[in-house]
Each structure stands twice: as structure tokens, then as C-alpha cells.
């Protein structure tokens, strides 16, 4: 993996893991990494489906070590993916503004990365749990459990949302869950954020839809570089297709269709279990 701490030549050092040994590229970032020992976190799935968190660490002799500072197992389910935010992501805004003009902060944790499992439950049906999990300490901040879903799983992570994909076995169709977390209407610290020092239970919102294809072949979202422009979720379907889709359209916060007009959120449109897509979205 690359590290995200750059050396006085401003080269981001890439981590190599092994099962005895690990080694760093190039040899002489060793000597910056030794300087803020301690203070990196790494997070690693072993076959069995744990994910660990590691301190990685340079002992005097200049070896590196990897401490184990926590660990999360899902009883009877293996890992199948692990969604962490992009180091360079950039966050526009960080709150979002309601219909009585009030301001929803938004809770981003640059360190939170969305964990999904896969198991059997007694009966032989496949069941996933979706965990939100801070990789630095370990604090699951959000878990769910979905029953008797199939393959393919997808995932997108960023800013504060997450959006993931599965295939429903008992409805038979493939559905979409959207999350988003936010602080509240205060904002804890809008300087520097430290995991350490998060005492934040966020509030998370959450709708699912039903999707009009059978199956999602590939999920991934845009990125622009200062993050101004309003996100899109492509969507890649097994009939060769790519969807478009605003993020809007996957905002956990639509609104009810009875709720009133002048209540609704700006730019939301109503809440509706079928993801309608307009034919000139693909």
C-alpha cells in the first residue's frame, strides 16, 4: 500500500506486507517513517475474514513491526469487500443546507471505511452485514444485516455516504442501499480531525431502492478535483449498459411522498422504492 506520509524528496513511500518480513520502497523513507513511528495505522484481512488493525512501527535495529491494536470478525461470514475513501478526496462542502435553512454538518471521517461480509445462516441462506468501521481504532460506527441476498456485491464510499448493491434472493431483483452520516446541526471541530479523539456518534440515514436491471456488473463514483461538481454513480449492468445516475436520485433523506412542499429539502425529488431511470441515462 502507499503511505501518506511524504519524505523530505516529497515521494509517497510504498509498504510492502509480508508474513515475516516487511520492506519499504524506497530504503530511505525509512528514516522519515522512524520519525513519526507509531503514528501510522494500517488495516489488513486475513483468509479467515478478520480485519486487523495494526500500528506499524520501526524498532531501534530499523525493522518494521506491525502491532495489532484491534481486530473485527463477523461470526460465520468471511470478508468479501472493504471500501475505504480516497486519500486525495476532496470535500466541497461539509454541510448541507435544510429546508428551514438550518445547516446538517456533515460527519466526515476520512478514516472510516465500509466493511461487508458474507455467511450462511442456520438455515443455509446467505445473509451479508455491512459495518462502518473506523480503521485507525477499530469503533464500529453503524452495522446492518441484510437476509438471504445474493452475489454480486458492490460498493462506493465517499465524503460522508456509501452506497452498495446486492442481489435480494427471496424478491428477485437487485437492490441498491444508500447511507449518509452527519453530526448534527454543530460542528465538533472543523480544523483537524484526530480518530483517537472522536467521542461523535453520528446520525445516519438510509433508504434502499429496487433497481430496473437484473444484475450490477460494476459500481463507481465520479471525482472531480476540488469536488464542486455534484457527484454521479455509474452504474455497470450485465447487458453491457452504463448508468448514470445523480446522486440525488440515491440521497437516503428523500423526502415522504406525503410530506408537504414547502417541508422537502431543496433539490430532493420524493421518495419512491423503484429507482426510475430515464432511458437516456445510459
Do not use: C
Not at 435544510?98 to 456533515?106: C, Y
Amino acid at each position: 500500500l502507499m503511505l501518506h506520509h511524504e519524505g523530505e524528496d516529497h515521494v509517497r513511500p510504498i509498504l510492502l506486507l509480508g508474513t515475516d518480513k516487511h520492506q519499504l520502497i524506497p530504503d530511505s523513507a525509512a528514516q522519515h517513517l522512524a520519525s513519526i513511528s507509531g503514528k501510522v495505522f494500517v488495516a489488513t484481512v486475513d483468509d479467515e475474514g478478520t480485519t486487523t488493525g495494526q500500528k506499524l512501527t520501526v524498532s531501534e535495529s530499523g525493522r518494521l513491526e506491525l502491532m495489532p491494536t484491534w481486530t473485527l470478525k463477523s461470526p460465520g461470514a468471511s470478508v468479501v469487500a472493504v471500501a475505504a475513501k480516497p486519500v486525495d478526496e476532496q470535500v466541497h462542502s461539509q454541510g448541507r443546507v435544510m429546508a428551514d435553512r438550518s445547516v446538517l454538518f456533515k460527519y466526515v471521517n476520512p478514516n472510516l471505511a465500509l466493511v461487508l461480509t458474507e455467511g450462511k445462516d442456520a438455515s443455509q441462506k446467505n445473509f451479508i452485514n455491512v459495518f462502518l468501521v473506523d480503521l485507525v481504532t477499530g469503533r464500529v460506527t453503524f452495522a446492518v444485516t441484510h437476509k438471504r441476498v445474493l452475489p454480486p456485491y458492490h460498493v462506493v464510499h465517499s465524503e460522508n455516504w456509501a452506497v452498495y448493491s446486492y442481489y435480494n434472493e427471496k424478491s428477485r431483483r437487485s437492490e441498491l442501499a444508500s447511507l449518509e452520516l452527519f453530526e448534527g446541526t454543530e460542528q465538533s471541530n472543523n480544523t483537524v480531525f484526530s480518530s483517537l479523539s472522536n467521542v461523535i456518534t453520528p446520525l445516519v440515514e438510509r433508504q434502499s431502492y429496487i433497481l430496473s436491471f437484473s444484475h450490477v456488473a460494476a459500481t463507481v463514483d465520479t471525482v472531480t478535483e476540488k469536488g464542486i461538481t455534484s457527484k454521479h454513480i455509474l452504474i455497470a449492468t450485465s447487458q453491457g449498459q452504463i448508468y448514470e445516475v445523480p446522486r440525488a436520485f440515491l440521497d437516503p433523506r428523500r423526502p415522504n411522498m406525503n410530506t408537504p412542499v414547502e417541508m422537502r429539502e431543496p433539490g430532493l425529488p420524493p421518495y419512491v422504492p423503484e429507482l426510475q431511470l430515464p432511458r437516456r441515462a445510459f
